[in-house]
């Protein structure tokens, strides 16, 4: 199998002109700009007198009342103050980008985790923004970041994501969760996180997973679907919702490296031979170096190739119509994993280093200047929410998302919505640390699945029954990191 672009989906570039590289191209703005997009990737728009709204990938009303060929025309007409269309966007799941011009006024924002990343360049005269960092500075002949170089030779793996919202280019910046792009004003603007409590962590827990239910369900008019499954609570979680609403899906395995007794091998052919499904091994394929070569044209150097690899293995394994879900938020919001029961106020400057596995000084300038904005709403008491949504989800995550959607797989999330981290951030984080989430959602969709541990013999089991087993487990990895970089330097 060759490389081609033109089966990428979820990948899209605004600009002043047609880019020759995408098959399909808008004229947005007033007719100003262009929109982009490759022929797998879903677009839809709603316009009048002077208002244009553009919906860029594939969402879903979570609350099952609005059609989505409605949706566009639905959010125009919150319009015309920007806030209110994010606002009510906040019902919406998928994998998707929202365009708004109000007149001379333009505005761009993401779904919750910004599953399509949104990159965004400026010269004297003109913007543009899109999903691959590579073709945005090469609209403009940016360069690498000097100082962005040097903040990826301080990291464990050059393909780490970079700190707050810098790119490995000079000039290029990506919009991170929780913020809107003010285009006219060259500006960024914060959002306060959406949190709804209700009466009990346990009633607040089972709104989440309506919403849930309809986000499935809704998927599934689209896509067919492939469960990944591992030793792990999040993936069993996704096959529950999906057994729930959907019956029989697809359950697949990767073998990796792994001896046959790994329980992420062992496990998932336990929960398939007790429910009498047939469970999938993959074995782990290597794409061509000349799809590598192919795919490096476009994104440039740096890049996790595994992960493309893996990409690459899907592809020769399932059909191009079928979506990969993926747990990332179960994982990070649903359990406060980074947080690990600790207080807000240890989510400092030399943790979150730690937690991004960066060793050069340049990343903890940057750091500190994410803590400042992550702070400049009073919303200090959910710093390692905010973390985890805007790093762990706005960088680590869209950054392998986005390679996926580049080798034309279909990767969407079913918690990918934020009035469902509404729900979740409505929980105590002390409970979600103890798995509330996970086990109240199991309970109600599958409750034999309770009965098999989640990754068993795992180091990070042990360190997350005591806080401080977790921190002091933190900086000691840490700090053997940095002398093992340093040595290898």
């Not at 808008?26 to 100003?32: D, E, T």
Request: glycine share 6%.
């Amino acid at each position: 199998m060759n490389y081609s672009f033109d089966e990428a989906t979820f990948t899209f570039m605004i600009s002043p002109k047609e880019e020759a590289l995408f098959r399909r191209h808008l004229a947005i703005g007033r007719g100003k700009y262009i929109l982009n997009y490759t022929a797998r990737t879903p677009a839809t728009y709603a316009e009048r007198k002077n208002e244009q709204l553009v919906i860029i990938g594939f969402c879903v009303d979570s609350q099952n009342s609005i059609k989505k060929e409605e949706l566009a025309l639905a959010l125009l007409n919150h319009g015309p103050n920007y806030k209110d269309i994010y606002d009510f966007s906040s019902r919406l799941a998928g994998n998707f980008v929202i365009f708004y011009a109000h007149g001379q006024e333009i505005y761009v924002f993401g779904d919750a985790m910004h599953s399509i990343p949104i990159y965004y360049g400026y010269d004297e005269k003109d913007w543009v923004i899109g999903s691959v960092p590579h073709l945005v500075a090469g609209y403009f002949n940016y360069g690498f970041s000097a100082e962005s170089m040097a903040i990826r030779r301080g990291s464990e793996n050059y393909s780490q994501p970079l700190p707050g919202d810098i790119t490995n280019y000079d000039n290029i910046k990506i919009l991170l969760p929780n913020h809107i792009l003010d285009l006219k004003r060259r500006q960024v603007m914060r959002v306060p996180l959406k949190i709804v409590s209700l009466k009990s962590s346990e009633d607040t827990i089972a709104a989440s997973a309506e919403l849930i239910d309809n986000i499935t369900k809704a998927f599934s008019e689209k896509y067919s679907f492939a469960c990944p499954l591992t030793a792990g609570a999040d993936s069993r979680l996704i096959l529950s919702f999906l057994q729930r609403n959907l019956g029989d899906v697809p359950i697949y395995t990767f073998r990796h490296n792994y001896a046959p007794w790994h329980s992420d091998l062992v496990i998932p052919q336990i929960i398939c031979r007790r429910q009498g499904k047939v469970h999938l091994m993959i074995e782990d394929l290597k794409a061509p170096e000349a799809y590598h070569a192919a795919l490096e044209e476009i994104i440039g150097p740096y890049y996790d190739r595994g992960t493309v690899d893996l990409a690459y293995t899907l592809r020769k394994n399932f059909s191009i119509n079928t979506a990969i879900i993926n747990g990332d938020i179960i994982g990070h919001i649903g359990n406060n994993y980074i947080g690990g029961g600790l207080r807000p106020n240890y989510c400092n400057a030399f943790y979150i280093l730690c937690k991004i596995h960066n060793y050069e000084i340049l990343a903890k300038k940057e750091v500190e200047k994410w803590l400042q904005d992550a702070c400049s709403l009073g919303e200090n008491e959910y710093l390692f929410d905010l973390f985890n949504l805007e790093n762990r989800m706005g960088r680590w995550a869209n950054q392998g998302g986005n390679l996926y959607a580049l080798c034309g797989v279909n990767r969407v999330n079913i918690f990918n919505s934020r009035d469902v981290i509404a729900y979740w951030l409505g929980v105590p984080a002390a409970e979600r640390t103890k798995n509330i989430i996970h086990n109240e959602l199991l309970k109600r969709n599958d409750p034999e699945l309770l009965t098999l541990p989640a990754n068993p013999g795992h180091l990070a089991n042990i360190a997350t029954k005591s806080p401080y087993l977790f921190l002091a487990g933190t900086y000691a990895k840490y700090a053997y990191g940095r002398i093992k970089h340093f040595m290898q330097k």
